[in-house]
């Protein structure tokens, strides 16, 4: 099964610093969502993008969907200690058969 | 209104054993899916519903089953648990293809 490409695979930045991070896919995608996933729990939903060339943003988080619709980034600006986890970016097609994630993005924030 | 919520949190088998995770949500979401997450691969599609009394294969179907009698549950089986099946399994659900998935908090299963 097909996943999307997603990185960095890891960053460690400074507290107050910007994050950019991105997904690319071989194949087109209809809607494109970015999770947040901190340890132990369930992913929870950041920013949901459903039209291509989208940009939209949820506070400091911002994330386009690509104009091929097949890509997306997602940037988070002045980030804060609570920002730390695992981020997936996930793609849909609009088929009942679910979401495909990328491997996801480790954030680590040094104070 | 507790979203989705799922039992046991965590659990460990023998070789050879059975269990069911059961998954319960709320929200009156049609369609269920069971997802497995390993280290560096993602989340990955076993098994997923799109209504009561349906249920249909994902990515990585083989070693599970799956059952859906009512809209708000939807279980997941392994009948003879392998050590490759150590995990950490979500379940969302969804109201509409068009909306998001909401997740479960996840079970953690090894089996040894």
């Known amino acids: 099964g097909q996943q999307l490409n997603q990185s960095p695979q890891s960053m460690f930045i400074q507290e107050g610093e910007d994050v950019s991070m991105n997904c690319t896919s071989s194949?087109?995608?209809?809607?494109w969502l970015w999770y947040k996933q901190d340890p132990g729990e369930g992913p929870v939903l950041l920013i949901a993008l459903y039209k291509a060339g989208e940009l939209t943003s949820n506070g400091r988080l911002t994330a386009q969907f690509g104009i091929t619709r097949k890509d997306s980034f997602l940037n988070i600006s002045a980030s804060i200690p609570s920002d730390v986890g695992i981020y997936f970016c996930a793609g849909s097609r609009g088929g009942a058969d679910g979401l495909t994630f990328g491997k996801g993005t480790h954030l680590i924030i040094q104070p | 209104n507790a979203g989705v919520t799922q039992t046991p949190k965590f659990r460990v088998l023998k070789t050879g054993q059975s269990m069911t995770l059961l998954c319960a949500q709320d929200m009156n979401h049609e369609y269920m899916y069971w997802y497995r997450q390993d280290p560096g691969m993602g989340l990955r599609l076993i098994h997923y519903?799109?209504?009561?009394?349906?249920?249909a294969k994902g990515e990585v179907p083989d070693g599970y089953n799956v059952s859906r009698l009512k809209k708000q549950n939807f279980l997941l089986g392994l009948e003879s648990a392998a050590p490759s099946q150590t995990s950490v399994y979500f379940c969302a659900s969804t109201n509409t293809l068009l909306e998001t998935q909401y997740f479960g908090p996840g079970t953690r299963l090894l089996v040894l």
């Open positions: 194949s087109i995608f209809n809607t």
């Open positions: 519903s799109v209504g009561e009394g349906t249920t």
